[in-house]
């Protein structure tokens, strides 16, 4: 028997499942204290994030806003496990970072989390291919030549499949910043980070990067960046904004 429903408010409505979240900070406090005063005292505390809260699903594209010093690159460090939270706690990928040691951080960290930033950080002696190529050598993933074709699979990737014996010097800083993609990605991690990773290219250069971070995006990855740029941030599909340590908004919109 089919069942009719005149009213469109009595048609039972079927909910979709929300997607599990990959990264989950819940609670979350961070105090910075400045430099120890008298007999090593800790000296006066600085609370760089008060409570929060903040869950990003598998496959987001999540845009960090806000003014300086709110807190914004202290999310991406806590995410990322380069800092521990005072308070709270920082799951991602199913792993609790606050209950991790350093050690156990550092080999969780480069299967996990790919990093980019704002002035690239590429060793300036190590050419292109071997800048992308450290991350897997770090972490021993696979013999020497297959980490030299996975790397430059990356690097064609970004667009610079024939830049690989280059030097950091002898490239733009558009084409640097796409190494840095290239070797963020190197270990294939689920989740990649930016901090102000278009914050110094030029305007033509900064939208060719955010749409090399939206082909990976579409193609799997999570992505969470910081930027001030709010042209920028409106390209992605969320907008987490950030104000003297607290979420202050947090839309969702589309691209």
């Known amino acids: 028997?089919?069942?009719?429903?005149?009213?469109?408010?009595?048609?039972?409505?079927?909910?979709?499942?929300?997607?599990?979240?990959?990264?989950?900070?819940?609670?979350?406090?961070?105090?910075?204290?400045?430099?120890?005063?008298?007999?090593?005292?800790?000296?006066?505390?600085?609370?760089?994030?008060?409570?929060?809260?903040?869950?990003?699903?598998?496959?987001?594209?999540?845009?960090?806003?806000?003014?300086?010093?709110s807190g914004k690159t202290t999310i991406i460090n806590l995410i990322a496990g380069i800092d521990r939270p005072t308070a709270g706690t920082v799951t991602v990928n199913g792993s609790r970072l606050d209950q991790m040691t350093?050690?156990?951080?550092?080999?969780?960290?480069?299967?996990?989390?790919?990093?980019?930033?704002?002035?690239?950080?590429?060793?300036?002696?190590?050419?292109?291919?071997?800048?992308?190529t450290l991350p897997l050598d770090l972490a021993r993933l696979g013999p020497p030549?297959?980490?030299?074709?996975?790397?430059?699979?990356?690097?064609?990737?970004?667009?610079?499949?024939?830049?690989?014996?280059?030097?950091?010097?002898?490239?733009?800083?558009?084409?640097q910043q796409r190494v840095a993609i290239a070797r963020a990605m190197a270990c294939d991690p689920p989740v990649l980070l930016g901090d102000e990773p278009t914050g110094n290219l030029d305007t033509a250069m900064a939208r060719d990067m955010f749409e090399l971070l939206r082909g990976l995006n579409g193609n799997g990855t999570t992505v969470v960046y910081v930027t001030h740029d709010q042209a920028l941030a409106e390209k992605a599909s969320r907008i987490v904004s950030v104000r003297d340590g607290l979420i202050v908004d947090d839309t969702r919109r589309r691209p």
């Open 145 to 175: 030549r297959e980490r030299k074709v996975r790397a430059g699979r990356h690097l064609a990737t970004v667009g610079l499949g024939d830049h690989g014996d280059r030097l950091p010097l002898e490239l733009s800083g558009g084409e």
């Open 1 to 69: 028997m089919i069942k009719s429903y005149p009213d469109a408010a009595q048609r039972p409505v079927t909910l979709r499942p929300a997607p599990p979240a990959i990264i989950e900070l819940a609670g979350v406090e961070k105090i910075y204290h400045s430099a120890g005063g008298r007999r090593g005292r800790r000296g006066v505390g600085f609370p760089a994030l008060s409570g929060v809260d903040l869950a990003i699903a598998a496959g987001e594209m999540v845009a960090i806003t806000g003014p300086s010093g």
């Open 102 to 132: 350093e050690d156990q951080l550092a080999a969780w960290r480069g299967r996990t989390i790919g990093l980019v930033f704002q002035f690239f950080q590429l060793m300036p002696t190590l050419t292109a291919m071997e800048n992308a």
